[in-house]
């Protein structure tokens, strides 16, 4: 089955201790993108990669970290975190490099809380 | 940057009525239109897009419109069902590597 999955669905933490989230797709897609959904605000970008090896930050990367080493992996990765990173994380992909002028496929979330 | 606004926030529609929701957009560039659904629990799924060459998409009950010089579009709805209770989003997107997004519309369909 066509998806993005990521790892953990849940996740408590408190400040300061490093985590990682992980996010594969299974569609040979190019673009891969990082989403944090909080009340009120809608989906914004954290970070997107066109390519492996290629990032950049969306509209919201203070505190995060990505990489893009394999074409099917992007993890994110929060090396310090704050109570201001609890939100709902969606990782997305879709097929062409661009990613705003294809479908994006979403993940299920991961729901961070941070103590 | 390019700014999205969604409008209303919440809609409450009895079963078989329509739904409206409207959007505007502030990047004359943006020229891709997707809108998402996103049922309880669940990742954001494509319902349908139109792009920048097209005034008008059907699928079914669902309908997106879509005026470039006022930079408005609009969702339509039709004969709603309960299952289409959810939030949904409008986007907008382009060349520039990313989808902007609506801050999303809390549709409820009452039996």
């Known amino acids: 089955e066509a998806q993005v999955t990521q790892n953990p669905r849940y996740l408590i933490t408190v400040t300061g201790k490093k985590l990682t989230v992980t996010c594969s797709q299974n569609m040979n897609h190019e673009y891969m993108s990082w989403y944090r959904q909080d009340p009120g605000l809608g989906l914004r970008q954290i970070y997107y990669?066109?390519?492996?090896?290629?990032?950049d930050k969306g509209d919201v990367p203070e505190g995060y970290k990505v990489s893009r080493k394999e074409k099917r992996n992007f993890p994110l990765i929060l090396e310090s975190p704050s109570p201001n990173q609890t939100s709902l994380y969606f990782c997305?992909?879709?097929?062409?490099?661009?990613?705003?002028?294809?479908?994006?496929?979403f993940g299920p979330g991961t729901r961070l809380t941070v103590l | 940057g390019e700014n999205v606004e969604q409008h209303p926030s919440t809609l409450s529609v009895q079963e078989g009525d329509s739904a409206v929701i409207k959007c505007t957009y502030s990047?004359?560039?943006?020229?891709?239109f997707p809108w998402y659904k996103q049922e309880l629990g669940k990742g954001p799924q494509l319902i349908i897009d139109?792009?920048?060459?097209?005034g008008e998409k059907k699928d079914q009950r669902i309908a997106v419109t879509l005026n470039k010089t006022a930079k408005h579009f609009s969702l339509h709805i039709t004969e709603t069902q309960p299952e289409d209770s959810a939030v949904y989003f409008c986007t907008s997107g382009g060349s520039n590597y990313k989808l902007t997004f609506g801050k999303g519309t809390l549709l409820t369909v009452n039996p």
């Open positions: 139109i792009r920048s060459n097209v």
């Open positions: 997305a992909s879709s097929l062409s490099t661009s990613g705003g002028t294809d479908t994006q496929y």
């Open positions: 990047d004359s560039a943006s020229n891709y």
């Open positions: 990669s066109m390519n492996v090896e290629v990032t």
